[in-house]
Nanobody, 118 residues
Framework: QVQLVESGGGLVQAGGSLRLSCTTSGSIFSVSAMDWYRQAPGKQRELVAT???????NYADSVKGRFTISRDSAKYTMYLQMNSLKPEDTAVYYC????????????WGQGTQVTVSS
């Protein structure tokens, strides 16, 4: 497993931007892909974006064109650039790592709160 620490959340007005970071440590070579999830109050956790070790990316329809997932391998850090934020983007955002052995994450960060005011 890897250890994950998110940062960069906060309060922003609708239309604004935030960049989340996820710093990794531990068994980095065991990771096949990394995800950003989010969970709003009273809702299920949802997958927002994914980046594979090969650099392929995928996004939820609700964030396509507004969010960008990226990574800096030299810094062992993954990012989520969030632009044109909407109140419905308000949630706790989690980074997660998937091992090669299964399609779902086995490591999670502690989460960072993103609040978008209208």
């Amino acid at each position: 497993q890897v250890q994950l620490v998110e940062s960069g959340g906060g309060l922003v007005q609708a239309g604004g931007s935030l960049r989340l970071s996820c710093t990794t440590s531990g068994s980095i070579f065991s990771v096949s892909a990394m995800d950003w999830y989010r969970q709003a109050p009273g809702k299920q956790r949802e997958l927002v974006a994914t980046i594979t070790t090969g650099g392929s990316t995928n996004y939820a329809d609700s964030v396509k064109g507004r969010f960008t997932i990226s990574r800096d391998s030299a810094k062992y850090t993954m990012y989520l650039q969030m632009n044109s934020l909407k109140p419905e983007d308000t949630a706790v955002y989690y980074c997660a790592a998937r091992p090669w052995s299964r399609p779902t994450p086995n490591s999670w960060g502690q989460g960072t709160q993103v609040t978008v005011s209208s």
